[in-house]
């Protein structure tokens, strides 16, 4: 599907060498299976730009159109050479749970007896094998938003993810998860968090720094535009 509007949409794509050429392209952290998305990312390695190539500023709308139905491509943005693949620099995701099966005061007191648990197991299958994962380490922040079984969460992706059906097994039964959308994914750096990149209609907290890499040099070289400004001149790199 991406290979396809990437094609049609006049990049100037780079390619790996060998017998069976495939475009340079770094998806973002997984999406666990039935889960919802509000934030997700890619890398794409370009060429040197050529005459006809779509400019930056249309590249959203013009892929958005090229995507399947529900599939929008909110914002692109030249970068320099990553440190990290999007994998490795993700830290931590935003979720909104919703837990089907438990009253909403009962789910109070299973959140709050999760967090202070000092150890949380539940068993998981990796590689045809059933394993047991203390979970509790990767819970950052959990805590009902809203009536009806909808909870908000911040996960840590490493050492080890933790699916948001995962959590909800450690809530206990009969509690059962229903909807799940990953809203945020979050760098840090240097006791700052940010997106990788800004997207302001995404509705990124207030206390979370709004300019995603574009602001920390350090983590790629600044060469993203201003929001609402005119694209860098530069004509290869990478692209986000």
Same mark, same amino acid.
């Given at each position: ?17 060998? !017998? ?7 998806? +973002?952290?997984?999406?666990? *299976?039935?889960?919802?998305? =509000? ?12 005459? $006809? ?67 949380? *197991? ?18 950052? *922040? ?8 909808? =909870? ?8 080890? +993810?933790?699916?948001? &059906?995962?959590?909800? *097994?450690? =809530? ?5 998860? $229903?909807?799940?959308?990953? @809203? ?6 240097? &006791? ?16 979370? @720094? ?5 602001? !920390? ?11 609402? +400004? ?11």
């Amino acid at each position: 599907m991406w290979e396809r509007a990437l094609r049609r949409s006049r990049l100037p794509l780079a390619y790996s060498q060998g !017998f069976v050429p495939h475009p340079l392209i770094s998806f +973002g952290l997984a999406l666990p *299976t039935g889960c919802e998305s =509000l934030g997700e990312y890619l890398d794409l390695r370009l060429e040197q730009a050529g005459p $006809g190539e779509t400019p930056i500023a249309e590249l959203p709308a013009v892929l958005s159109a090229l995507l399947a139905e529900g599939i929008a491509v909110q914002a692109a943005a030249l970068i320099g050479e990553a440190e990290g693949s999007l994998q490795q620099e993700v830290a931590s995701c935003d979720w909104e749970l919703e837990v089907l099966g438990v009253r909403d005061e009962e789910l109070q007191e299973r959140v709050e007896k999760m967090l202070a648990a000092p150890v949380l *197991t539940v068993r998981r299958e990796r590689k045809g094998r059933q394993t047991e994962d203390d979970i509790r380490p990767a819970i950052r *922040t959990l805590f009902l938003t809203s009536p009806n079984g909808h =909870l908000r969460a911040e996960l840590s992706t490493h050492p080890r +993810g933790v699916r948001p &059906g995962d959590l909800v *097994t450690a =809530l206990g039964t009969p509690a059962v998860p $229903g909807r799940a959308c990953r @809203t945020h994914q979050w760098i840090e750096r240097d &006791g700052a968090r940010f997106e990788p990149l800004s997207v302001s209609v995404l509705g990124t907290d207030g206390d979370a @720094t709004q300019h995603a890499r574009r602001a !920390f040099p350090h983590v790629r070289d600044g060469n993203q535009p201003e929001p609402g +400004g005119s694209p860098p001149g530069a004509p290869g790199g990478q692209q986000h």
